[in-house]
């Protein structure tokens, strides 16, 4: 675990205080963004200046003007912000709060898969470590992996990590034969084939949309399989009225901002009473964004020579993107 600098946390936000107004007062006389992502609560998502997914959100920092970033997300992002903006001051509301699927896969193990298999081109999730993306030669997210990896020659050797869901849904629909890293995300991996097409038979009207986070058994079931940003886009442009949604209930309060006369429903895991929340992107709070600003603390720092490695691979992302288009 991470530690929150100078114990910040535990001092206590004054009693009565408006949240909103203060984190606004604070944003402007800081020039601070406030960059969340769609998992983040519904109260982050909507003081935020950005919401998004990873790759938007790594865009919008690129070419923000503001001297401070606050990313409300997990750990891995602001350490993205960070690397692409090492001149600006990247803070998170609480340094512990992680990600499932980038602690699975440890850099110096990664550094050892890739070294035993020589030749290959190597391909990271953004969901991965400063470090591991040191590793990469091309970071990708939901949004942009299928077509980054098609735009790549068809005989071209491949090591895809650190999601193993999405990687086989990839070679699955592209016909590559990428060799995967075996990592998951906590919250998709948890989703239940069996307990999801029960779901559909009380709503036969429903439309199944998956991440491809998910297991094949649930994304086989799906009617639409795409990013958070591209369930979220086909949510609305689709004339149906109800909805499955297989991925962070986060996004549920986007879809229904944008769609008040629709119905969303979050699938459901494989554990009794419980729903699809990532306890990382819960971990962030309008208590800890106040003292985050307040404070400025605590701040994303990344090593300058780790630094310099890792933003090839992005940078070669957002170069691809925009050629393709994304």
């Not at 998992?39 to 923000?64: F, K």
């Not at 997990?74 to 998170?92: Q, S």
């Not at 070294?115 to 591991?132: D, E, K, L």
């Not at 109800?242 to 879809?255: D, P």
Request: proline share 5%.
């Amino acid at each position: 675990m991470r530690t929150n600098s100078i114990g910040y946390m535990d001092i206590p936000v004054p009693e009565g205080i408006d949240l909103k107004a203060e984190i606004d007062r604070m944003r402007k006389e800081k020039n601070a963004v406030i960059l969340a992502h769609y998992y983040q609560t519904a109260d982050i998502q909507d003081i935020a200046d950005y919401v998004g997914d990873s790759l938007a959100l790594a865009q919008w920092a690129e070419r923000t003007e503001a001297d401070i970033l606050v990313l409300c997300g997990v750990h891995f992002m602001g350490e993205t912000a960070k690397i692409l903006c090492p001149e600006k001051k990247v803070l998170v509301p609480d340094l512990n709060a992680g990600c499932s699927l980038a602690d699975s896969c440890p850099a110096p193990e990664f550094e050892r898969f890739i070294q035993a298999r020589p030749g290959h081109t190597v391909i990271s999730y953004v969901n991965t470590t400063a470090a591991v993306k040191t590793l990469t030669d091309i970071v990708v997210t939901s949004t942009n992996a299928r077509k980054i990896i098609e735009s790549l020659p068809a005989d071209e050797k491949i090591i895809f990590g650190p999601d193993r869901n999405l990687g086989s849904y990839i070679n699955r629909t592209t016909g590559r034969q990428m060799l995967l890293w075996e990592g998951a995300c906590h919250v998709h991996e948890r989703f239940s084939a069996e307990r999801i097409k029960a779901l559909k038979a009380e709503h036969p009207e429903a439309l199944v949309i998956a991440h491809p986070e998910c297991p094949k058994e649930v994304v086989e079931q799906a009617d639409y399989v795409g990013s958070t940003a591209g369930l979220l886009k086909y949510a609305t442009q689709s004339a149906n009225a109800t909805f499955i949604v297989a991925t962070e209930n986060g996004v549920l309060h986007e879809m229904r901002k944008r769609n008040p006369h629709k119905t969303f429903i979050p699938a459901p895991n494989d554990l009794e009473g419980a729903c699809g929340e990532c306890h990382y992107m819960r971990m962030n709070t309008m208590g800890k964004l106040y003292n985050c600003l307040k404070y400025e603390l605590p701040e994303i720092h990344v090593d300058e020579a780790i630094r310099q490695k890792a933003i090839r691979p992005i940078q070669r992302m957002l170069e691809l993107s925009k050629q393709l288009g994304l």
